[in-house]
């Protein structure tokens, strides 16, 4: 490539974003796809996001994905929000628009749905769910996993009023409850998705293990390159049919992002088997 040919630039955003993968999974699609773009990690500092933004959009950028911990902040500097942005409360991916407006959309939720029904076949509608947390990661996939209709979704975290605060904001998308872990009985779940921040400290949510029967789905939105999350680990250790990280989410989220902003998709199957799953 010459010196004079365009580049798209692109970035993703976060404090820190050092081990972000996001950088090599944009690159791949733009190989993939002839897309003639360059994509790099960005740190901003925690207090500065916006002038970042704004240094960002002046140099030229395209659109940045925004990670940890500035996707409210995202959020609310946006001026035009997709319906999905909306109902999170959170934006990951923003578009530079020629007029200086940004438009901001959110794709962890449908990058999960994408990874779970698509890639793993595992089905959504008509079974029964158990989310664990209730933060913004949370919040951000709620939407399009009530899009699949599940037969039941409920949240379990620590803290109760934050499962109920989702529960009364999203409680007309479907049939939702919120309860605390000690209170989850013996009711057996199709699918248990850990949206809690736990595996940062290697932790797991404290769940009773009556919740996994031998037809159970375990899924961990977080991921981890070399070595299985703890969640996952706890997952077979009580008798889980199977047990996913989140690698295959963030592939697909990414993959929206990329569409979104180039309008074609790439082949994700082939950069999720790069990193790692079988
Ligand atoms: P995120 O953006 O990752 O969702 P967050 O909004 O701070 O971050 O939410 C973190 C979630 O992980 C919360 O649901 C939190 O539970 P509380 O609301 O009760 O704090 C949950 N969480 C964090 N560490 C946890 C742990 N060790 N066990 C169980 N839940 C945990």
């Given at each position: 490539m010459s010196s004079t040919d365009h580049v798209d630039r692109y970035a993703v955003v976060g404090?820190?974003?050092?081990?972000?993968?996001s950088p090599q999974i944009h690159t791949s699609f733009a190989q993939q796809t002839g897309q003639a773009l360059s994509y790099q990690a960005i740190e901003l500092p925690l207090t500065s996001f916006e002038t970042g933004i704004r240094d960002l959009q002046q140099q030229g950028f395209s659109g940045v994905n925004v990670t940890v911990p500035f996707k409210r902040e995202a959020w609310e500097l946006c001026n035009h929000k997709s319906r999905a942005a909306q109902d999170a409360g959170a934006v990951n991916t923003l578009t530079f628009q020629p007029d200086d407006d940004i438009d901001g959309n959110n794709t962890d939720g449908v990058g999960l749905v994408r990874d779970l029904v698509?890639?793993?076949?595992?089905?959504?509608?008509n079974r029964s769910i158990l989310v664990l947390g209730a933060g913004g990661a949370v919040r951000g996939v709620l939407g399009p996993i009530l899009a699949q209709s599940p037969a039941s979704l409920t949240i379990a975290n620590r803290t109760l009023e934050k499962a109920t605060e989702l529960v009364r904001d999203f409680g007309a998308q479907g049939n939702l409850e919120a309860v605390a872990y000690d209170a989850l009985g013996a009711e057996k779940f199709d699918l248990i998705i850990n949206g809690t921040a736990a595996g940062l400290s290697n932790e797991v949510p404290p769940?009773?293990?009556?919740?996994?029967?031998?037809n159970s789905i375990c899924y961990d939105m977080m991921y981890s390159v070399s070595t299985a999350t703890a969640f996952v680990d706890w997952a077979y250790s009580h008798g889980a049919a199977k047990a996913f990280d989140g690698i295959g989410m963030l592939v697909e989220q990414a993959a929206e992002a990329f569409v979104l902003w180039r309008t074609v998709r790439p082949d994700t199957a082939e950069v999720i088997r790069s990193l790692g799953r079988l």
């Open positions: 404090n820190p974003v050092a081990h972000s993968l698509d890639n793993l076949e595992i089905a959504i509608d769940l009773p293990d009556t919740v996994i029967g031998a």
